[in-house]
């Protein structure tokens, strides 16, 4: 499988303005730029982005793990909260927290624990970054 993302961009990096889309178009032309990725500013920025392709991926991975143990999730609510630092040579994405809040029948703390860890292993995603992955996952 192969998807893809885009972006453009015109201006320096104060001044200038991007847009962001998706080749779904689940995101087509959505605004980001430095406000919004250093200031708080309306609009997205990529380490959002990336946070919520990690919770996704996580969550879809956890589910997939969850049925071979033949558990189904009532409910599952990630979030992953990406800390992006200034190092000596420029920005880096250094750690990735996955907090998770599930409801799953049947399932005790030990094996869910286990089965998390396993998810956050695994998917895609955390393979893909080199940070810190850290999990808090608590059944509900």
């Given amino acids: 499988m192969k998807t893809h993302g885009s972006a453009v961009w015109s201006g320096g990096i104060k001044d200038g303005k991007g847009a962001i889309s998706t080749q779904s178009g689940a995101i087509k032309d959505h605004p980001y730029g430095f406000a919004s990725r250093f200031e708080g500013k309306p ?22 793990i969850l049925g071979e143990a033949g558990l189904t999730a009532e409910q599952m609510n990630t979030k992953a909260e990406v800390t992006l630092d200034k190092l000596d040579d420029g920005y880096a994405i250094t750690a990735v927290h996955l907090t998770l809040e599930a409801k799953i029948p049947g399932a005790d703390d030990a094996k869910f624990q286990e089965l998390a860890g396993k998810a956050k292993a695994n998917c895609p995603v955390s393979k893909l970054l080199n940070a810190n992955i850290t999990l808090d996952a608590k059944l509900v």
Avoid at 50 to 59: N, V
């Fill in 43 to 64: 609009g997205t920025n990529p380490e959002e982005l990336i946070g919520a392709a990690h919770a996704g991926c996580f969550t879809m991975a956890l589910s997939l």
